[in-house]
C-alpha cells in the first residue's frame, strides 16, 4: 500500500474512534441518563421503556438510510458522501447535547441512526486498502470502535455521577466538525474501479439478498450485533439487582464495560492479521460460540471482578466477529458493487442493534435482568450455527466485466 492510502486509513481509524465514542458515551447508562432527564418522579420501568427506545432509535435511522450508503458512495463519491454524513452526525450529538425532553433526545439518536457514518467509513477504509492486507485494516478500525466505546463509556458513567455528560456530546459534535473541515481539504476520492457500475434498482439489490452464502453471513452478522446490543440494554439493569446499593453505580457500570471495549481494543488487529492469512469463517465461528459461554456465565457471577473478567474474554472474543464477516465479503464481491455489499452487510448488523433491545423489552419483563442475559448467550450461539460452514458467495448477476 503506497502512503496516500495508508495515510487515508489512519485517518479514517481515528475518525472512526471519535464518533464511535459519540455514539456509545450513553449506552451503558442510558436508563440513568434519562431517569434524569424525566425528572424524578418517573419510574424505573418507565425510564427502562424509553431507554430501551433510545437504545433501538440509531437503529431505526441507520435501517432508513445505511442501505443507500453503498448506492451513494459509488454515485457521488466517497468523500462527499463521507463529509456529508459527518455533518448529519455533527447535527445528531448537538441536538443530544441540548435536548429538554426526551422528544428531542430520541430525535437526535434517530439523527445519530440516519447518518450511516460507521457503514461510509467502512465502505471507505475496503476501498483504500491493499487486498493482501485488508483484513488487518479491518482489524485496526475494530480497534478503533473499541477505543471509543471503551472512553465513551468510561467517561459517561464518571461525568453522570459527578456532573454532567452533555458537555462531552458537545466536545464530541465540535472534534467531528472539525474532521470534517480537516477531510474537505485533504481527503481525497479513491480511484474509480474499472467498472463504473453500481446497484442503481431495487430487483439488482434484491440480487444480493438471492445470494445464500450471503444471506447467512447477514443473518450471523444480525445475530451478534443483536446480541450485544441486548447485553448494553440490560447489563446495568443486571448490575443494579445483583449488588444493590452499592456506590458510584454508574462508575462501575461504565468501568466494566470499559474492561469489554478494551479487550477489543487489543484484540482487533490480532484478529485482523490472522484473517489475513488464516479462515475467517472458523475464526468467526469459533469467537461467536466463545461469546455465548462468557455471556452464559454472567448470571452465575456473584462478584464484580468475576464480571469484569467474562466482559473481558467476551470483548477479545467480539473483536473477530464483524470485521471477519466483511472481510468475506470484500474478498467475495467484485470491487464496483463492493461498497453496497458492505453497506447491506453493515445495515443487517443496524437491524440487530435494533432487534437486541427490543427483544429485551419484551424479555425482561417475565424473565428479569439475570435471566435475560442468556438471551444475549443464545443469539451468538445462533450466529455461530448459521455460519457453521463456509458462505460460498458467487455475486452470479454481477461481474468485473459489467
Known amino acids: 500500500m503506497s502512503a496516500r492510502p495508508k495515510l487515508a486509513v489512519a485517518t479514517l481509524i481515528g475518525c472512526q474512534a471519535a464518533i464511535t465514542m459519540g455514539l456509545m458515551v ?4 442510558m436508563p440513568l441518563f434519562l431517569r434524569d432527564l424525566m425528572g424524578n418522579g418517573v419510574s424505573a420501568a418507565e425510564a427502562t421503556r424509553w431507554s430501551s427506545v433510545a437504545l433501538a432509535a440509531p437503529g431505526v435511522g441507520a435501517l432508513l438510510c445505511a442501505p443507500f450508503a453503498g448506492r451513494w458512495c459509488e454515485r457521488y463519491g466517497y468523500r462527499r458522501t463521507l463529509l456529508m454524513s459527518l455533518s448529519v452526525f455533527v447535527a445528531s450529538m448537538t441536538a443530544m447535547a441540548l435536548s429538554g425532553d426526551v422528544g428531542t433526545f430520541i430525535a437526535g439518536r434517530l439523527l445519530q441512526g440516519a447518518s450511516a457514518v460507521s457503514v461510509i467509513v467502512t465502505a471507505f477504509i475496503s476501498r483504500v486498502s491493499d487486498p493482501s492486507s485488508r483484513g488487518r485494516s479491518l482489524g485496526l478500525q475494530e480497534s478503533a470502535v473499541a477505543a ?3 472512553v465513551g ?3 459517561g458513567g464518571v461525568l453522570q455521577d459527578f456532573w454532567s455528560v452533555r458537555p462531552l456530546l458537545l466536545a464530541v459534535a465540535a472534534c467531528t466538525g472539525l474532521a470534517v473541515l480537516v477531510f474537505a481539504s485533504n481527503l481525497r476520492e479513491p480511484t474509480a474501479p474499472s467498472s463504473t457500475a453500481y446497484i442503481g434498482t431495487g430487483g439488482t439489490r434484491r440480487t444480493l439478498f438471492a445470494d445464500p452464502g450471503f444471506r447467512r453471513l447477514l443473518i450471523a452478522g444480525g445475530l451478534t450485533q443483536a446480541g450485544a446490543f441486548a447485553l448494553v440494554n440490560v447489563f446495568a439493569l443486571f448490575i443494579e439487582a445483583r449488588f444493590a446499593g452499592i456506590t458510584s453505580l454508574a462508575s462501575k457500570i461504565g468501568f466494566l464495560h470499559s474492561l469489554g471495549w ?3 481494543l487489543v484484540a482487533g488487529p490480532f484478529w485482523g492479521a490472522r ?3 488464516r479462515n475467517p469463517t472458523r475464526q468467526f465461528v469459533g469467537t461467536a460460540l466463545a461469546c455465548a459461554g462468557a455471556l452464559s456465565l454472567l448470571p452465575f457471577a456473584t462478584e464484580l471482578w468475576q ?4 466482559r473481558i474474554a467476551q470483548g477479545a472474543c467480539f473483536a473477530a466477529l464483524a470485521q471477519s464477516v466483511l472481510l468475506l465479503c470484500c474478498r467475495s464481491a467484485p470491487t464496483q458493487i463492493q461498497a453496497s455489499v458492505i453497506a447491506t452487510a453493515k445495515s443487517a448488523m443496524v437491524a440487530g442493534q435494533f432487534l437486541g433491545p427490543l427483544a429485551v423489552l419484551v424479555v425482561l419483563p417475565f424473565a428479569g435482568p439475570a435471566a435475560t442475559l442468556w438471551l444475549t448467550a443464545a443469539m451468538f ?3 455461530a450455527l448459521v455460519v457453521r460452514t463456509e458462505p460460498v458467495m458467487r455475486f452470479s448477476s454481477f461481474s468485473e466485466s459489467r
Do not use: K
Open 262 to 264: 478494551f479487550a477489543t
Open 275 to 277: 484473517n489475513d492469512r
Open 307 to 310: 464480571i469484569g473478567l467474562l
Open 381 to 383: 450461539l445462533c450466529a
Open 26 to 29: 450513553l449506552v451503558p447508562i
Open 153 to 155: 463509556p468510561l467517561l
Open 148 to 150: 471509543g466505546a471503551l
